[in-house]
C-alpha cells in the first residue's frame, strides 16, 4: 500500500538531509517532487495543487519548531497536511448495548460491500456489540448465499426472506433484531456497474423505510479517482455518513483514501486491508500519514526522546562516560529512560528507513531489558558503583535477589566490563581501530 508513493516522499526527505537550512529555492525544488509523487499516486489534480500551496505556505512561514533539521521540519509539515487532508471530523460508528443502531451498505458491484457486512459485525462484535446482517441483494442469484455463508463462518445470524422486495426483508430483519435485543443490524444492497435510477430507487425507498443510523458508501480503493468520482455522485443522490476504502492491501496507489474527504467532505470511516474476516481497520488519520511517509514517525520519536531524557543529566553521564566512570548506576538511569519511550519494538519502529523495513509481526523482546534491570536492581549502591568488588558470594546473592540465573549475571558483568572497555578506547581517541568485528573507520 503506498508504497510507491512512500519511496518518492522518502526521497524528497533524504535530498533535503545534507540541507543546513530550509531556502526558498530547497523548498520550490522539494514541493515540485511532492506534487509529482502525489499525482502518481493519483490523487485528485486540485487536491494536489491546494496541497502544496498550504505545504510551501508553511514551509516558508518557518513555523516550525527551530531544532529540527530540513528533512525533519517538511516531513512534520507534510505530515500534518496528509492528516488535515483525511480528517475524519471525529466521525465515529457509536454504538450501544441497550440500543439498536441500523448500518447500510451501499456502493458500485464488486466493491466490497457483502465483505464489509460481515467483517464490521465481526469487528464490533469483539466489542461486545450483539450484531446481525440483512441480505437485501435480491439481484445476484449468489448474493444471499454469500451473505450466509460469511454469517455462518462467524457465527452471526443473516436475515433473509425468499423475495424480491427489500421493504419486506428489511422488515422481517427489524422484528428479528427487536425480538433478539440485537444492537447492530447491518444491511446488505445490491451493486450495480454503474449507477442506474433503478438501484438508487431501491436504495432510497429502503433508506426512507429503515431510516439507518448510518450510510456506508463502499469503494474499492484499485478503482482510484474513479472512486472518488462514484462516491460523489453516490454523495449527491443519497447523502451517505462515511467511506470504507476496501482493498487497499492492494496495490492501491492511495489516490482514493487521500482524495475522498476533501472531494466529497465526507470522511473515511473504515479501510479493508485483506480478504479476511479480520481485515478491516478503524481508519485513523494520523496512522494512515504516518504510513504513507514510510519512514516511521520521525516525530513522534522526537517528542518522546525529548519528553524521556533530561538534557542536563545526559550532560554529565556524557562526562562520566569520557572519564571512564560510568558505573551500573548510570546504566540503570540510562535503561529507565529508555523504558519510559516505550516499549523497544515500537521504539525501533519510528526510526526512519529502518522502520518501514520490518516485518509488520516483529516482537521485541521487552523482558531482555527488565531482566538487567531486576539484576542491577539486586545490586548494593556499593557494587553498582564498584562492580569489580562483585564475586563468587555476591553473585549467589543476587541471583537470588533478582530470580535470574547466576550466568546471566556473569554475562551482564562481563559485557558492562567489555562496554567500559569500549568507551575508553573512544576517550582515548582510538575509536573502533583495531577491535575485532568493527569497520575501521576514523573517529574524530
Ligand atoms: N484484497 C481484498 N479483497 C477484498 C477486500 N474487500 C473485499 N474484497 C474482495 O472483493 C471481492 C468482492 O467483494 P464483495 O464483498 O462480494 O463485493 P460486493 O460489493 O458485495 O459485490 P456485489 O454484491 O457484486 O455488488 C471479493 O472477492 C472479496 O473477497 C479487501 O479489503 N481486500
Ligand atoms: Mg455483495
Given at each position: 500500500m503506498f508504497s510507491s508513493l512512500s519511496e518518492k516522499l522518502d526521497k524528497v526527505f533524504r535530498n533535503l538531509k545534507g540541507k543546513g537550512y530550509l531556502t526558498e529555492q530547497n523548498i520550490k525544488d522539494s514541493m515540485r517532487e511532492i506534487r509529482l509523487a502525489l499525482l502518481e499516486a493519483d490523487v485528485n489534480f486540485k487536491i494536489v495543487k491546494n496541497f502544496i500551496v498550504e505545504v510551501e505556505k508553511r514551509a516558508l512561514g518557518?513555523?516550525?519548531?527551530?531544532?529540527?533539521s530540513p528533512g525533519q521540519q517538511v516531513v512534520k509539515i507534510v505530515h500534518e497536511q496528509l492528516i488535515d487532508l483525511m480528517d475524519?471530523?471525529?466521525f465515529e460508528l457509536k454504538v450501544y448495548n441497550n440500543k439498536l443502531i441500523k448500518v447500510m451498505m451501499v456502493g458500485?458491484?464488486?466493491?466490497g460491500k457483502t465483505t464489509a457486512c460481515a467483517k464490521l459485525a465481526s469487528l464490533y462484535r469483539k466489542k461486545g456489540i450483539k450484531p446481525m446482517m440483512v441480505?437485501?441483494?435480491?439481484?445476484?442469484?449468489?448474493a444471499i448465499d454469500q451473505l450466509k455463508i460469511l454469517g455462518k463462518q462467524i457465527d452471526i445470524p443473516v436475515i433473509s426472506e425468499d423475495s424480491k422486495d427489500v421493504i419486506k426483508i428489511a422488515d422481517s430483519a427489524l422484528n428479528a433484531a427487536f425480538k433478539d435485543m440485537s444492537n447492530l443490524l447491518i444491511f446488505d444492497t445490491a451493486g450495480r456497474l454503474h449507477i442506474d435510477t433503478e438501484m438508487m430507487d431501491e436504495v432510497h425507498r429502503l433508506k426512507n423505510h429503515i431510516k439507518p443510523d448510518y450510510i456506508f458508501f463502499v469503494a474499492d480503493a484499485m478503482t482510484g479517482q474513479d472512486a472518488v468520482t462514484v462516491a460523489k455522485e453516490f454523495d449527491d443522490k443519497l447523502s451517505f455518513d462515511a467511506v470504507i476504502l476496501t482493498k487497499?492491501?492492494?496495490?492501491?496507489?492511495?489516490g482514493a483514501a487521500l482524495s475522498i474527504k476533501a472531494v466529497t467532505?465526507?470522511?473515511?470511516?473504515f479501510v479493508g486491508?485483506?480478504?479476511?474476516?479480520?481485515?478491516?481497520e478503524i481508519f485513523y488519520p494520523d496512522r494512515m500519514a504516518s504510513r504513507i511517509l514510510g519512514m516511521g514517525d520521525v516525530l513522534s520519536l522526537i517528542e518522546k526522546a525529548e519528553e524521556a531524557i533530561d538534557a542536563e543529566a545526559e550532560a554529565k553521564l556524557a562526562k562520566k562516560m569520557l572519564k571512564n566512570q560510568f558505573t551500573f548506576n548510570d546504566f540503570l538511569k540510562q535503561l529507565q529512560s529508555i523504558k519510559k519511550m516505550g516499549p523497544l519494538d515500537s521504539i525501533i519502529r519510528m526510526i526512519p528507513g529502518l522502520g518501514s523495513k520490518l516485518p509488520a509481526d516483529l516482537k521485541i523482546d521487552d523482558n531482555a531489558l527488565k531482566h538487567v534491570e531486576a539484576i542491577i536492581q539486586s545490586m548494593t549502591d556499593k557494587e553498582r558503583e564498584n562492580?569489580?568488588?562483585?564475586n563468587g558470594s555476591r553473585r549467589l546473592r543476587i541471583s537470588k535477589g533478582c530470580g535470574r540465573s547466576v550466568m546471566e549475571i556473569n554475562r551482564l558483568l562481563r559485557q558492562f566490563e567489555d562496554m567500559k572497555k569500549m568507551m575508553k578506547r573512544f576517550s582515548s581517541g582510538?575509536?573502533?581501530?583495531?577491535?575485532?568485528?568493527?569497520?575501521?573507520f576514523p573517529m574524530d
Open positions: 518557518q513555523e516550525v519548531m527551530k531544532s529540527l475524519t471530523d471525529g458500485l458491484q464488486g466493491s441480505a437485501c441483494d435480491v439481484y445476484r442469484p449468489a487497499l492491501d492492494g496495490d492501491a496507489r492511495g467532505g465526507k470522511p473515511l470511516a486491508v485483506g480478504e479476511k474476516i479480520s481485515d478491516l562492580p569489580q568488588i562483585i582510538k575509536g573502533m581501530k583495531g577491535i575485532k568485528g568493527m569497520p575501521d
